[in-house]
């Protein structure tokens, strides 16, 4: 499979990465917000003690910014797509892959 980045994608990449140092694996730009994949182990140096990092660059390139960390366990790195906890619950119950001979697919269950 060939990912094929344009510039623009590039250059938010690399205004994350040089900002913070971080290792960037992919972002999207959606309207007003850049959503970034870093890779695993790196999710904390993006975002920099307190939140200084996203802050500063949020600033710097007038967006919202959101955050998720690669994850080798694809049903790790659904978890980390979907996020954490909205007023006190996650907004699903489980998540696991399934297996039909050849074919993996990861199920999220909800309570919603």
């Known amino acids: ?7 623009e994608t590039l250059r938010y990449m ?8 971080a290792r960037v694996v992919d972002c999207i730009v959606d309207g007003n917000t850049v959503v970034y994949v870093v890779e695993q182990g790196q999710l904390g140096t993006a975002i920099g003690k307190g939140g200084v990092n ?3 660059l949020s600033t710097q390139l007038g967006k919202k910014m959101h955050l998720i960390e690669l994850h080798s366990d694809p049903v790790q790195f659904t978890g980390n797509l979907l996020g954490g906890e909205k007023n006190g619950r996650k907004c699903w119950k489980n998540i696991f892959l399934k297996e039909d001979g050849e074919t993996k697919k990861v199920v999220i269950e909800s309570d919603l």
């Open 1 to 7: 499979m060939t990912i094929k980045l344009d510039t």
């Open 14 to 21: 690399a205004a994350l990465r040089d900002t913070t140092g």
């Open 54 to 56: 996203v802050k500063r």
